[in-house]
């Protein structure tokens, strides 16, 4: 099929590079002119391991192009819609100025029987609201609203073969006329049994939404636990073990730590809030306001936590940042807290050095006053105290006996609770986890 993908940031880029990968012919088109001539030359403009190597596999079957130029999606059926929907500046709405510009953009170029595939997370009441827009034109086009589930570091293997496909259609009908398209853009996935659902529009930009809450809500449940264990004495990565042994609740997502990030689930539980407010629905999310102060606290509390191992004072403390991506194998630093962290650290008078194996030039973009290292062990030297805050492998693998020779002095507080405790402690290591005893 000749598809056009519009917007070529994460989700974009690798749809593009996927769809082709699947045998159609694609179209990438962003209005950065450089973010454009960078994956035309098979160079991804962020990190996410397998994308490069596929986009040079899929363009050298001349299969996927990308351009500035929105007429290029003329000569195609469908047009996948996956520009970004930020936070407003001040406010928890997203902003759809992105979406509304795209689909706009998009209408003089429709064909008849061409189908606008939505796939940024939108508010509820959006899908609904442009489809008024593409049914309206001449010739007959349809607007259709098919959310995404990748994950940042697995954004390749979760387009390919993701866990379910949602299509939310005007009717809600399967003999919907969009249904049949998209079937023949996913044939592949689908042969190879991805489960499928057809909605109605609402339901399908819900489903996103409901989703991404449910995985931030688990996240600060378990930080919530953390606390207790941290008030109790106990041990929230054994209560983590033990509670998701019993397969209703499930022990993905519930590690403690110090709570989510990133360009997606802070972002989307605020604009679900403040939507279900403007539907006059404000109470029935009232606890994701809970959730969205469980996850900031964690900030906080490793700062004092930082002070105390440092007995009492952050003033001309060196202290070492490990990771500054807002999880590993990503250099997204979008809401990092491990960013966040350091540069509170570092107002409160500490001497903050950070490090990252891919995020340093992004994290020194958005806090420039921080220094940055890229060597872990140059980082390492001389530190008052190590804060591991991405579990990047290389770090989940640091050799306590060596990184000791190193430091100044040997305090870590490991802030996604992945070091085993009692071999840091042995090596002469004060050991803090969060939630650990
Ligand atoms: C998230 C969702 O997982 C995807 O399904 C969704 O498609 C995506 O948002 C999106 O809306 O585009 P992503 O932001 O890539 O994906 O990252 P996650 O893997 O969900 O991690 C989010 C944050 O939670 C990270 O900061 C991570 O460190 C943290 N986290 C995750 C925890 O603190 N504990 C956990 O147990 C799991």
Request: charged content about 25%; glycine content about 8%.
């Amino acid at each position: 099929m000749r598809i056009s993908v519009v917007g070529c940031g994460y989700l974009g880029a690798v749809h593009a590079a996927c769809m082709a990968k699947l045998g159609h012919d694609v179209i990438g088109i962003d209005v950065d002119e450089r973010k454009v001539q960078a994956l035309a030359a098979a160079a991804a403009p962020f990190f996410e391991p397998g994308l490069e190597e596929l986009l040079r596999e899929v363009q050298a079957t001349g299969r996927l192009s990308f351009t500035s130029d929105i007429s290029a999606a003329s000569t195609s059926d469908v047009h996948f819609v996956c520009v970004g929907t930020p936070q407003k500046k001040g406010e928890n709405a997203a902003d759809m100025k992105y979406v509304d510009e795209a689909v706009n953009a998009l209408l003089p170029y429709l064909r008849e029987g061409a189908v606008v595939v939505g796939k940024s997370t939108v508010p509820v009441g959006t899908a609904a609201r442009l489809s008024v827009l593409v049914e309206r034109q001449e010739p007959a086009a349809h607007l259709m609203w098919n959310p995404e589930f990748l994950r940042e570091g697995h954004a390749v293997s979760d387009t390919l073969s993701p866990d379910r496909f949602v299509y939310g259609v005007e009717n809600g009908s399967e003999e919907h006329a969009a249904v049949r398209v998209l079937d023949e853009v996913y044939a592949l996935p689908l042969e190879a049994g991805t489960p499928r659902l057809v909605t109605d529009l609402p339901t399908a930009e819900l489903v996103k939404t409901a989703a991404n809450s449910f995985l931030a809500t688990k996240i600060s449940f378990i930080n919530a636990m953390a606390e207790l264990c941290d008030a109790a004495g106990a041990d929230v990565t054994v209560l983590a073990d033990a509670i998701g042994l019993d397969d209703r609740i499930g022990r993905k997502f519930l590690n403690a730590g110090i709570g989510f990030g990133g360009g997606c689930l802070p972002k989307d539980i605020r604009a679900f809030m403040a939507r279900a407010g403007e539907l006059g629905a404000d109470q029935a999310l009232t606890f994701l306001r809970e959730v969205d102060a469980i996850n900031m606290r964690r900030r906080t509390r490793v700062v004092e936590l930082t002070r105390e191992l440092c007995g009492g004072s952050l003033l001309g403390q060196r202290i070492t940042v490990l990771g500054a991506a807002f999880k590993p194998e990503s250099d997204d630093v979008r809401d990092s807290p491990a960013l966040s962290i350091a540069a509170q650290l570092q107002l409160q008078g500490a001497v903050v050095t950070v490090t990252d194996p891919e995020a340093l030039q992004n994290a020194a973009r958005r806090f420039p006053e921080l220094h940055y290292e890229e060597s872990t062990e140059l980082a390492l030297q001389r530190a008052d105290a190590l804060l591991l805050l991405t579990e990047w492998q290389e770090y989940r693998e640091l050799d306590p006996y060596e990184a000791a020779n190193i430091v100044s002095a040997t305090r870590i507080l490991d802030g996604r609770n992945i070091l085993d405790a009692t071999k840091w402690r042995a090596a002469g290591w004060t050991y803090r986890g969060l939630g650990r005893p």
